[in-house]
């Protein structure tokens, strides 16, 4: 897996986003494989379109807000790879995948190397809503489900 995600390059930058919490940092976006997964029973045609950089924002159910993006790739077994970052927080995590759950949902576990201001080891959840929507849900570690938000395909 770790030469899988070294290999994929996904390395994600700061990037400018409109959100709720101060200022934005500005750099490159991150790079990430054009590469799509060859169907398998697991995947979804839905859940192939995963692959690709996603901006967007949420808030927490205790009401702060912070800018986030996902960049997404497929590894050689077929799994989708990933970094995730929250510039307005900031902090950056790389995306474990765990599991393909019902209805095309790939789970993943958040792994931080400085988890800064950020709760360590969250549980994601994606889906694919259309092409350019990704459903995003984000839970503590004991699956307490805190964030849900929609992310918009930014390329």
């Known amino acids: 897996m770790r030469k899988a995600l070294a290999r994929a390059s996904l390395v994600l930058a700061f990037a400018p986003l409109a959100g709720c919490m101060g200022p934005q ?37 205790d009401g702060p807000c912070f800018t986030m993006q996902i960049a997404l790739a497929w590894n050689d077994e077929g799994n989708p790879i990933g970094n995730i970052a929250y510039p307005s927080v900031p902090c950056k995590a790389r995306l474990e995948f765990v599991r393909w759950e019902s209805g095309g949902v790939a789970a993943f576990r958040e792994r931080f190397t400085n988890a800064g201001k950020c709760v360590p080891d969250g549980w994601i959840r994606l889906k694919m809503l259309d092409s350019d929507s990704l459903a995003f849900e984000w839970a503590y570690p004991n699956g307490r489900v805190d964030v849900g938000t929609t992310l918009d395909r930014a390329r």
Do not use: F
């Open 25 to 61: 940092e500005e750099g490159p976006g991150p790079e990430y494989p054009a590469s799509q997964p060859e169907q398998t029973e697991a995947v979804s045609s839905d859940a192939a379109q995963l692959g690709g950089l996603w901006m967007g924002q949420a808030c927490q159910s």
